[in-house]
């Protein structure tokens, strides 16, 4: 029914450019508020119109009047107008990519729209916050902020709709995957446009209506749609409706196989993106030109723009702006939490005024009295209670996830079980051997006694031969010792020390003894290894136990991939396995590749993040890469992933040199 809807629809959106955009002219020269404009309500509004209009083009000098607008509303306390100066200078910093002082700023707004009592204020915030956690993947929550924002603004007086908020909805349903609800949201996004609505709005609306027609695979319908949109932000010098527009533009045509003309737009993208520090916007470009250029088989300049995008996703969505993120999160539960229990607190005092004035005046109410006492108690006990309950669910949550993590480290040592039976089988088996055939010797050597031929020369060669196999014995039983403080190194749970170590001995001796791993677990087993170590490393200052963790989890997803890929029995198949090293300026480079089934390109962003696996259920806990991730950044490495889906993948260890 969404698609019929959206369908009927195309013809109008297509044709009437100038019903969708206006005639746009330059902008109200009473709107270029000077930033020494006098403190009164009336001119400091004109200045956030003003600052909006210049945002979508040039977000810094946006912000500069913002900030200006937002310390004279904090002088004059024009409380309101500070909540939207902080509002429009979170609009600023999230076009600019700063989504964690964007957040800050709009959680603030939000605060102060609360104390205001301001409905309609709060829902714009919320719109504002909802967008934001849209563009950090977090779906989800970004629902739980817009979903409330379309109630309050559909319970105002008189009730309206908003489509820059219903828009959003569509956003996050559509990236949930949820087609239909994100065609409901949409449509209504586009059927309550007024005449009065923000053009730039206008132009967000009709790209995700295009959105809708990629995903339905109506890709001409798409196409004009993104066309019409740009031809609109180009009236209003919108770069950022004009970036979004480029991009999804570049996606069609790359579904379709078009690369030279989706390696044209997505350029435009990127450097318009740039060209107004978009980060989060310039690294959704790059992304898209590494996968073109990947598709093109220009692997340099894919290469490139991976290494673009890997440091724009580092500064966007880094350890430290994450946990930045998650405590401004934290901050805003706990300040609602707050605010009810201040409300709360509020009411008991009303109430109690009242029944003590009651009281003197009825002796009933005196009676009602205590027992709202007693119910308050018992709804206090109930909290204790339910706290208490909480902080054990959390402490055994706690429990369980070290127990899981543990367990993966100890999944590692299991693995290994495997090759150290069969490495030290072989020197056990020798050292038995040749104790047997000592104890056959030395009764040989008694005989010989017994007869007193005197035949010394025969007594000497059995002495040789005994002396022989004793020092064969002790050289396959330090062998065997060797094995075993091997195996006792690798499973020290302690944290351990950083030393000088032979990365290329470590590699190989944990390539052979995942490969033995899996031979024992399977006779039918088989792959060819091969490796490429550059002996002029030297030696490396590492945690070896830690950093044989890392590559006992890369050789035996390795091995895993091709062993499953076998199993398909494709023609001409061999499954192999290569493993190099490399010094290049101040770095050390180890790379594991293997030519089985890859990684789709949808899943490379998702294998590092923890309990994330793509195996079987019972097979993987998705915490080996997790782990492995965490040991290369506390050496103060890099490890990354490139895969192509269905024919390979190689993961890149960095680490200093």
């Known amino acids: 029914m969404a698609k019929g809807v959206l369908i009927g629809l195309l013809f109008s959106i297509i044709t009437l450019p100038e019903f969708i955009f206006g005639q746009v002219g330059p902008v109200d020269s009473n709107l270029c508020a000077d930033e020494n404009a006098a403190g009164d309500s009336g001119s400091l509004k004109q200045m956030l119109i003003y600052s909006n209009k210049i945002a979508f ?8 009047r913002d900030q200006k607008t937002l310390s004279i509303a904090r002088e004059m306390n024009y409380r309101r107008i500070e909540a939207e100066a902080l509002n429009s200078c979170g609009e600023d910093y999230h076009f600019m990519g700063k989504y964690t002082e964007a957040l800050e700023m709009q959680m603030e707004a939000l605060e ?5 009592k301001d409905d309609i204020g709060q829902a714009d915030t919320r719109s504002l916050i909802g967008i934001l956690y849209n563009e950090l993947g977090e779906y989800r929550t970004a629902l739980q902020y817009l979903i409330p924002s379309d109630s309050i603004y559909l319970g105002s007086n008189p009730p309206r709709h908003d489509v820059f908020t219903l828009a959003l909805i569509g956003d996050s349903y559509d990236s949930l995957q949820m087609l239909d609800s994100a065609a409901y949201y949409v449509r209504n996004a586009y059927q309550y446009l007024g005449d009065n609505d923000d053009l730039h709005e206008r132009a967000f609306v009709i790209n995700h209506m295009g959105n809708i027609y990629a995903q339905l695979h109506k890709t001409d319908s798409a196409l004009d749609l993104f066309r019409v949109a740009i031809e609109g932000s180009a009236r209003l010098h919108d770069k950022l409706n004009s970036i979004f527009s480029y991009k999804n533009i570049a996606d069609v045509y790359l579904s379709l196989g078009n690369n030279d003309s989706s390696l044209r737009y ?16 310039e690294m959704r470009a790059a992304q898209l030109m590494r996968a073109i250029f990947e598709k ?9 723009y991976a290494k673009t995008t ?3 996703k580092d500064s966007l969505y880094g350890p430290e702006k994450f946990q930045q993120l998650q405590v401004l999160l934290l901050r805003d539960q706990q300040q609602q939490f707050s605010n009810l229990a201040r409300e709360e607190a509020f009411k008991n005092r009303l109430r109690s005024i009242f029944l003590i004035a009651a009281a003197a005046i009825f002796l009933v109410i005196g009676f009602i009295l205590f027992r709202a006492n007693r119910q308050k108690q018992k709804a206090n006990t109930l909290l204790n209670r339910q706290k208490n309950e909480i902080e054990e669910t959390l402490s055994k949550l706690r429990s369980a996830q070290a127990q899981l993590i543990q367990s993966e ?4 040592l299991g693995e290994l079980t495997a090759g150290i039976a069969h490495e030290i089988q072989n020197p056990l088996n020798f050292v038995n051997n040749f104790s047997e055939v000592n104890t056959e010797l030395i009764a040989e050597l008694l005989a010989e006694r017994k007869k007193g031929l005197g035949d010394f020369s025969s007594e000497d060669n059995l002495l040789n031969d005994i002396k022989g196999n004793e020092e064969k014995i002790n050289q396959h039983g330090k062998r065997a010792d060797a094995i075993v403080k091997s195996m006792m190194l690798h499973s020290r749970l302690d944290a351990g020390q950083k030393e000088l170590a032979d990365i290329n001995k470590l590699a190989n001796e944990y390539l052979r003894l995942s490969y033995l791993g899996f031979r024992g677990k399977d006779n039918s087993f088989s792959a060819t290894t091969k490796t490429d170590f550059d002996e002029t490393i030297g030696m490396v200052s590492i945690i070896p136990q830690d950093i044989g963790r890392v590559l006992l989890n890369l050789y035996n997803n390795a091995f895993y991939a091709v062993n499953e890929k076998s199993k398909q029995q494709i023609k001409g198949y061999e499954p192999s396995v290569l ?25 490379t962003d998702k294998i590092f993040q923890p ?3 793509t195996k079987p259920a019972g097979q993987g806990t998705g915490l080996g890469l997790s782990l492995s991730y965490d040991i290369i950044k506390a050496h103060g490495g890099t490890i990354r992933v490139d895969s192509k889906e269905g024919e390979e993948a190689e993961f890149e260890v960095q680490l200093p040199a």
Not at 112 to 116: E, F, I, K, P, Y
Not at 266 to 281: C, D, N, P, V
Not at 296 to 304: I, N, T
């Open 57 to 64: 083009a040039n977000p810094t000098a946006s912000l500069a």
């Open 112 to 116: 102060l729209d609360r104390q205001n």
């Open 266 to 281: 997505a350029r435009e993208a990127f450097y318009t993106a740039r060209s107004i520090s978009a980060k989060g916007l």
């Open 296 to 304: 093109m088989g220009k692997l340099d300049s894919a290469y490139a």
């Open 310 to 312: 890997a440091a724009l």
């Open 409 to 412: 480290k100890m999944a590692s």
């Open 579 to 603: 493993v190099t090293t490399k010094k290049a300026g101040g770095k050390v480079e180890l790379r594991v590749k293997d030519n089985g089934s890859g990684i789709p390109q949808n899943l």
């Open 611 to 613: 309990f994330f696996t």
